[in-house]
Every structure is written in structure tokens, then in C-alpha cells.
């Protein structure tokens, strides 16, 4: 599609988030003091996010949108500069909430694109959810660990920003969490090394409650946890798609050929990484499983 229809297309999209929010706060009933505040507040803000950040039309604009939620939230962040024999970029790093001698939990992903494409699921999707647990921990942090957050620059390039950000004299995380490809799906896919790991129970039965699903283990694709993972530093990694996407994509990442190409590999890389092709309900509920499993694993490390 040539660039000023896409460019038509996201004012357009922008524009209908504008007015569903706005239709949202004139409607919506005020909580009596009684009753908790509904958290339906945070149920655009996803979409948003990924709409403000893929409306970017280079990696430099998605990163200052990022720059500019982040300030929205209240949070400042820092911007790290890298540069390798051949690319140059910039991470943020931005101090969410907690106390500083607590271990730091640091929550990342990836914001730059390929150059086809508008960047949306892979990973403006992945950067709202990271966006959005900020904003959360920040109203509420975690009892024991320091929460930080991380946006990655270049990971299509071969994870150069979270490679400059390990070997660089950077804080070494408690545990680094990372999010790539979070656009729809029933199933939460987690990648970690060994069983057992405190937050994939965590996160099981937060998905449980939930109702999505979770599908843990080794076999995930490459991105930036594993630059943690070469310098032996703590990751696991967070993606959300359908239940029946992941076998065909692990067969096409492992060069087997799938009867059925998975619709994240229709996506992501191409002219189809587009805002229509998300389902933010979905994503509002992983999201919600995701903020539930860190604050009852935290809650567990005392
Ligand atoms: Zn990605």
C-alpha cells in the first residue's frame, strides 16, 4: 500500500480512538465512593500506545512517542545511546516505582520496525504492554522489587539494543522481562528456561483465573531476552497469540514447512502489520494476567 494511504488510514484510526475515549469518559458512570474504580480506563490506553508509538514513521518517532507516554505517566526516560561497527540507535531506560535497595525487575521490549509495514504488532504491541505495566506499577508498586523499564532499540537488526544495554555498564536485573508480538490471541505464550519458575506459576494461575491460556517452555523464537540470556543474566519473555499459531511458528523458526502458515508470520515483516489486524479486548485480559502474576510472584520473594 503505498505511504499516503497508510498515513490516511492511521489519522483515521487515531481519530476513532480519540472519539471512543472521549465517548467513554462522557458516559461512563462515576463510581459511588463505595465501589472501587473500574480499571476500564486502562482498556484503550493499550490501543492507544500502539497506535501513538506505530504512527511513527521512523524508529527516532516511535521513540520520542514513547519518550512522550512515559512523561504523560509521570515517569522520566533516560536515553542511552549505542552505536556498533555498522548501526547506531538509542535505548530508553526509564525508574518506574520502589525502593532503591530493592532487586530491580526490568520489563523491556523492542520499538524499532522493519522498514515494510507499520511496526504494530511487531512491537508497538509489545511497548504498550510494557507502557502500561509502568503506568500500573507506578500508581501501584510492587512490595519488594524496584521496577524499571526498558525500550529497545534495533532488535531487527539482531538484538543490538539489548546487546549494548547487557555489555554496556548497565544494572544487572533480579529478572529481565521481555515482550514481543502481543497484538491478539487466547494464549499467552512464555518463554522460560527449566520448570517451575515462580512467575510462570504465577502466571498460570493468573491466566487461569482469567481464562486465557498458557503455553510455557524453552522453545520460543528469537529476540532480545536473548541477549540476557549470552551474558547468563535472568530472562524470560512474553508473547500473546492463538493456542494453534505456535507449533507452525516454532516448525517455520526450526525451517520445517507448517500445513497452515500462522497468522503472525502473515503479519509481522510485511505490508499486513497494520492496526486492523489487532484484538485489544484479548490483549486488555493478557495484560491484566501478566500485572497479576508479577505482584503475586513478588509477593512471594520476600
Ligand atoms: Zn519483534
Redesign the pocket.
Known sequence: MPEHTRHTMRMIASLCTLLALSACSSLEPRPSSSTPAPVIATASAWHDDVVRISNGSDNTQRREAIVHLLSAAGIDAIEHPFATERHAGTNLVAPVSGDTISPLLLLGA?FDKVDVGDGVT??AS?SAVVLELARRFRQSPLQHHRVAVAFWDL??KGLLGANAYVTGDNEKPALYVNF??FGWGDTLWMMVQGSGHPLALATDAAAQARGIGLSAGEKYPP?DHLAFHKAGWPAVSFSLLDADEIEPLLQVFSRGKPARMPKVMEV?HSQNDRLDQLAPDQVETAIDAVEAAFRAWDAGRR
Open positions: 523492542h511487531d512491537n509489545g532488535e531487527e514481543d508480538i529476540t509481522i
